[in-house]
């Protein structure tokens, strides 16, 4: 028997589903993977593909961790979060974005990720349509097919910043349109929406009776002089979503500790699912979350601070190679370069390839645009030192200069 006879044989027997067979690996983490195969080499890779922050957690954060673990704050809590955490996160919201949130209408869950599958999974069924802006972060295609739903993509134009308008979005709606997605700042783009056009598309998708489901993860990183979140339309709150997370604005990653808030109908949905799934968030992260939402907020600002500074650095970097063009982000840490003039060089044929010669070459990890929905751009992080970045963008310029 063959090897390929074997697998296909095995694979038969194992009869898996059918909503496990609809989606793919997460993009990014096979890069992480990838990344981390060669160190295990002892080779030296620039990594510009883990969207994670460089800081460290803030001291206070870990001390609140250090002391639930001491004082025994280590069993099962309530499947939504503590009284406490979920207090604290409408408190916070409330304090800076003006909404109106009760302790029914939030849930903690184990990451952003979590909360943005378990928000999908109990409003999305079978035939369902949701619109989704590209470029889209990763995940939220795989998510919408393992609920059994259809994506709508919202092609934007890159020369526009990737705007997306009540207008772009109303085009697409039909009697099937169950969800709207928003993503401000946007994970890979940066591109940041403004007040008016988040606005105008919660009014839109309020009159037809459609959800939206706004991912704001990286709200707290945006880099206008407003933050803005739709969770401050609270006349609109009835069909809205809004979710969140503490990894980024806390550079708490590994912590595992994000939320939703929305109506308490779909929080108590979202909490019946988690019941049967992860249970409660880790109690100790509980705790941490709780002192960095109540705690001061100097270090939020610190590192928006310090991520301006290195955005403004790798984009002139990236700029400054020849065949290289890159839309200055507005929020988040991420840019996208457009590397089209690239393709059709040396046998590349798309950003994958790009990406892929990239990392075993150049050793330069990157994230390539197909699985954010274009095929001519690769997301780099710049949530790393200036050093780093130099290191990382000499390397790419040898490389691309070499095609």
Same mark, same amino acid.
């Given at each position: 028997?063959?090897? +390929?006879? =074997? ?24 890069? !992480? ?15 510009? &593909? +883990?969207?994670?922050?460089? =800081? ?9 961790? /250090?002391?639930?673990? %001491? ?9 939504? &979060? ?27 869950? !184990? *990451? ?21 802006? !590209?470029? #889209? ?13 259809? $994506? ?9 910043? =990737? ?6 979005? *109303? ?45 704001? $993860? ?39 500790? *994000? ?24 109690? /100790? ?11 001061? %907020?100097? $270090? ?6 310090? #991520? ?17 063009? $890159?839309?200055?982000?507005? &929020? ?14 040396? &046998? ?5 390839? @790009? ?6 070459? +150049?050793?330069?990890?990157? !994230? ?9 751009? /690769? ?9 780093? @970045?130099?290191? *990382? ?11």
């Amino acid at each position: 028997m063959t090897m +390929a006879s =074997f697998t296909r044989e095995t694979t038969e027997a194992l009869r898996l589903t059918d909503r496990i067979n609809r989606i793919e690996p997460s993009a990014t983490m096979m890069v !992480v993977a990838e990344a981390d195969k060669l160190r295990s080499q002892g080779i030296d890779v620039v990594d510009f &593909g +883990a969207g994670e922050p460089h =800081f460290a957690t803030p001291p206070h954060i870990k001390e609140a961790a /250090i002391a639930a673990i %001491q004082s025994n704050f280590t069993k099962y809590t309530a499947v939504a &979060g503590t009284a406490e955490l979920r207090d604290a996160i409408a408190h916070r919201h409330n304090v800076d974005f003006d909404s109106d949130y009760r302790r029914e209408e939030v849930i903690a869950s !184990v *990451g952003g990720k979590h909360a943005i599958f378990n928000a999908l999974q109990v409003l999305v069924d079978h035939g369902d349509e949701v619109i989704l802006p !590209v470029p #889209y972060w990763v995940s939220f295609k795989d998510i919408v097919r393992y609920a059994g739903g259809n $994506c709508v993509l919202l092609a934007t134009d890159e020369s526009q910043g =990737f705007r997306v308008t009540a207008e772009m979005v *109303g085009r697409l709606i039909t009697p099937r349109t169950k969800v709207i997605v928003l993503n401000s700042p946007s994970n890979p783009t940066g591109a940041v929406m403004n007040a008016e056009d988040m606005t105008e598309v919660v009014r839109l998708a309020h009159q037809r009776g459609i959800w939206v489901l706004s991912d704001e $993860c990286y709200v707290y990183l945006n880099y206008g002089k407003q933050k803005f979140s739709v969770g401050s339309l609270r006349e609109f709150k009835e069909r809205m979503l809004v979710l969140g997370s503490l990894s980024k604005t806390y550079a708490m990653t590994g912590w595992r500790l *994000g939320y939703a808030l929305a109506p308490a109908a779909v929080t108590s949905a979202m909490a019946k699912l988690q019941s049967q799934s992860t249970s409660n968030p880790t109690s /100790i992260a509980q705790k941490a979350a709780i002192a960095a939402l109540k705690g001061g %907020q100097d $270090c939020v600002e610190q590192m928006r601070r310090e #991520y301006i500074r290195l955005r403004d650095h790798v984009v002139e970097g990236l700029r400054s190679i020849p065949g290289v063009t $890159c839309t200055l982000p507005e &929020g988040a840490f991420y840019a996208y370069p457009n590397i089209l003039s690239f393709l059709g060089r040396s &046998g590349l044929k798309s950003a994958s390839d @790009l990406a892929g010669r990239l990392l075993r070459e +150049a050793h330069v990890a990157t !994230v390539p645009g197909e699985g954010f929905g274009t095929n001519d751009h /690769i997301r780099i992080s710049y949530a790393t030192s200036k050093a780093e @970045l130099d290191r *990382g963008l000499e390397r790419m310029r040898k490389f691309l200069a070499a095609l």
